[in-house]
């Protein structure tokens, strides 16, 4: 990578490069699904650009956009940027944003009558401890300026969403965060899937209260 970055800007993209090729590589994500998100030092958002593959992105070539939604530099930004931007806009604790179509989280997207304030009911500690309620937003085009204005309404509440037939979304204090989460929640989506019909022993209200009262 050149020397045209701050070296909080360089460390920034180095660590997106990193974790979309960490993301691709384990199979979270294939093909040019998903894209990433990242305040930057500056105020901007270093996002991953629209149709990239996230197991092949160029430090160099990640799109530099506005807050405000203006793009600075880099390559045309994520089809789903408006809907980042409406995360860090309404949530001062969101840095960083992760959206993927991982298997078993999409795969639970688009099981029909989903709890939409929860779609997880808790049946483990770690999602309780690290993310909470998980809430589904309805289905709409990927794109679709729609996806921002409910994750708008939404964002200053939790800290993860489904998209209804699409994937997840993911906020963090860093990049690493929120990708940690988002792994978290796909093992939990498979542990659904792996279990299945059989009865599940859901922690009580006072084991999630414990939990979230840590
Ligand atoms: O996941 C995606 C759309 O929801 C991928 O879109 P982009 O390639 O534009 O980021
Ligand atoms: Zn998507």
Redesign the pocket.
Known sequence: MTEQFSSSEQQARLEMVKLGASFFQRGYATG????LSLLLEDGNLLA?P???CLGELDGNRLSKVTLEGEWISGDKP???IAFHRALYLNNPDCKAVV?L?SHYLTALSCLQGLDSENCIRPFTPYVVMRVGDVPVVPYYK??DQRLADDLAQLAGKYRAFLLAN?GPVVVGKSLREAADNTEELEETARLMFTLGDRAIRYLTDSEVAELRSR
């Open positions: 040019s699904a998903g894209n991953t629209t149709g990239s994520s089809k789903e959206h179509h990927p794109g699409h």
